[in-house]
């Protein structure tokens, strides 16, 4: 147990400190769910309204909260029930964050016009304000978010994209961010890309790929948060390349592989044909041609759509032109090829 929360733990008294203790004790995430909704209730955590300001807390409510921010795996209980029915953050990582334990760029002080009256406050509480839950926006995050400092807006895009404080805020610049600053974000990103590794949070593709690619601008080592981050956009062939290379070269065949073997048939087929050519493994060209052969079968089966037909044509001829300049995977794309 972390020896802050066994100190916050220390602190409680009654049903609080037994619920927050088998929290963190507990031998399987819904045993640790239940005690930790036990643990809010004891000491009477908001159920409506806004997440609370650490300063709002009361000291019982702080060391629960500290407590639940060393356990990771709370979540819903088959029966419905979860920590989400409290106001509190989601993730323990978003928790240390909230806390001040691990504060980042969203736990950082902005003054703002909070509908008329000056306000002062963590930017996490702005944004949400911008975007109550359930109600109509009253400003724009993407706005507020170009106040900051480009290295900062880019840990502010990836903390929001992983569900930070319950605000899910996506946009393109993310990536345009991590091309012009990646280097300067390498060891950032690889820290966030363990953390979220070792905690099994659920990651969008566009995060994985902004974190991935700050780490491989700054020349860091491959490990198995790269693996884990590991994905290919059909849209950008040379940046697909230099994530391909940041792999260690005894994974980079199963690596592809595995990218070529799931999702949509047209996206894995279009991304895995920018790197076949730099990396003419044939074990992935074969699943590469068995997916194109499987897609055209079952299209041609179907009505005609001249816009599919047409997609379907172009894919099929640059499948044969990397037939023709990597020999190796003559073979390989036969099927593919041959497609009628």
């Known amino acids: ?15 609080a400190k037994d619920a927050a203790e088998r929290c963190l004790r507990a031998a399987s995430a819904d045993d640790a769910t239940r005690a930790a909704i036990e643990a809010l209730g004891a000491v009477d955590w908001v159920a409506e309204g806004e997440i609370p300001l650490p300063s709002e807390l009361t000291d019982e409510q702080r060391d629960v909260a500290t407590a639940l921010a060393f356990r990771a795996d709370l979540g819903r209980l088959p029966e419905g029930a979860g920590i989400d029915r409290f106001r509190i953050p989601l993730t323990a990582r978003n928790r240390r964050q909230w806390l001040g334990i691990a504060p980042g760029v969203l736990e950082q002080v902005d003054a ?11 930017r996490w509480r702005r944004y949400r304000w911008l975007h109550p839950q359930g109600a109509a926006p009253r400003g724009s995050i993407k706005e507020a978010l170009a106040e900051l400092e480009p290295t900062d807006r880019f840990r502010a895009y990836v903390e929001l994209g992983l569900g930070a ?20 974000l390498g060891t950032w990103a690889r820290q966030v890309a363990d953390e979220v590794r070792e ?15 700050a780490i491989v601008a700054a020349r860091l080592p491959s490990s198995g948060a790269t693996e884990r981050f590991f994905v290919l ?40 044909c920018t790197v076949l050519g730099a990396f003419p493994y044939p074990s992935v060209a074969k699943i590469v041609g068995d997916r194109f052969a499987d897609t055209v079968e079952a299209a041609r089966a179907g009505r005609h759509h001249p816009a599919l037909d047409a997609q379907i044509d172009a894919r099929q001829e640059r499948l044969r032109k990397l037939a023709a300049d990597r020999p190796a995977l003559a073979s390989a794309l036969k099927r593919a090829v041959e497609a009628a």
Do not use: C, W
């Open 1 to 15: 147990m972390d020896p802050r929360a066994a100190a916050a733990i220390e602190r409680l008294t009654g049903v």
């Open 112 to 122: 703002y016009d909070r509908g008329g009256e000056a306000a002062s406050e963590p």
């Open 165 to 184: 404080y319950g605000l899910h805020t996506q946009d393109p610049e993310l990536q345009s961010l991590a091309a012009e600053h990646g280097k300067a």
């Open 199 to 213: 905690h099994e949070l659920p990651v969008p593709d566009d995060v994985k790929a902004a974190l991935l690619h």
């Open 233 to 272: 956009d059909p849209a950008h062939p040379d940046r697909n390349v230099a994530f391909v290379n940041a792999l260690a070269p005894e994974r980079r065949e199963p690596l592809l592989a595995a990218a070529a073997a799931s999702g949509v048939a047209s996206t894995a087929i279009d991304a895995a």
